[in-house]
């Protein structure tokens, strides 16, 4: 029972700290949306853990805790790339300006 008390304060942290994040405009509307999205399922997996469980066997998971650790990685290694994408995207935007005020330079 303390371990459902722990992950609710938690989860109700996660929300409180996006709701503020996005207050404070540190994170996208999209971002907010997935965060948000992320926190009500794991309520929700929290609440109705037989419900995960059936899932979880239905996928050929032994544990819920497997499949959730699954997911977790396979979401961080999506958004890995998309930030390894928009960094790339950013370094190549970085390096057209600084030709582009060369150039005016020597103009």
């Known amino acids: 029972m303390i371990r459902v008390i722990v992950a609710i304060l938690v989860l109700a942290g996660l929300l409180i700290f996006n709701f503020s994040?996005?207050?404070?405009?540190?994170?996208?509307?999209?971002?907010?949306?997935?965060?948000?999205?992320?926190?009500?399922?794991?309520?929700?997996?929290?609440?109705?853990?037989?419900?995960?469980?059936?899932?979880?066997?239905?996928?050929?998971?032994?544990?819920?805790?497997?499949?959730?650790?699954?997911?977790?990685?396979?979401?961080?290694?999506?958004?890995?790339r998309i930030q390894s994408r928009m960094i790339h995207e950013i370094k190549s935007q970085i390096q057209q300006i600084v030709e582009d005020l060369a150039i005016k330079s020597i103009k």
């Open 21 to 80: 994040d996005l207050n404070k405009r540190r994170i996208s509307t999209s971002e907010f949306v997935f965060w948000q999205s992320v926190s009500l399922i794991l309520i929700g997996i929290l609440f109705f853990p037989n419900v995960g469980k059936a899932i979880s066997e239905t996928l050929g998971f032994e544990l819920l805790a497997n499949l959730v650790f699954s997911v977790v990685i396979l979401v961080l290694l999506i958004i890995v």
